[in-house]
Nanobody, 121 residues
């Protein structure tokens, strides 16, 4: 089974930066994409950024120009560099992986436990 562990969250002032990391472990046959979602209290979980195995990226409009997603396929890790943080970025950030654990298994989405990001003075 795939396990995802996020790190790097914390408290930061508006305008500051944080870098989130996510390490994937376990039996991984294929990674189609990895990404980040976030969920603020009272809100639905929303996509922040994704990156495919080929390196193609996709960002939510609200974070374009401020956030950057990157990956290290050899280490099965994905990162989210967050700059110019705003209070509205406050949320629990979840790492996700879309892939398969075996050749004969269908692709599925796997989720980390989440890491809290709080942007406040």
């Amino acid at each position: 089974q795939v396990q995802l562990v996020e790190s790097g969250g914390g408290l930061v002032q508006p305008g500051g930066s944080l870098r989130l990391s996510c390490a994937a472990s376990g039996s991984i046959f294929e990674i189609r994409s990895m990404g980040w979602y976030r969920q603020a209290p009272g809100n639905q979980r929303e996509l922040v950024a994704t990156i495919t195995s080929d390196g193609s990226t996709n960002y939510a409009d609200s974070v374009k120009g401020r956030f950057a997603i990157s990956r290290d396929n050899a280490k099965n890790m994905v990162y989210l560099q967050m700059n110019s943080l705003k209070p509205e970025d406050t949320a629990v950030y979840y790492c996700t992986l879309n892939g398969a654990t075996a050749r004969w298994y269908p692709r599925a989405n796997f989720w980390g436990q989440g890491t809290q990001v709080t942007v406040s003075s």
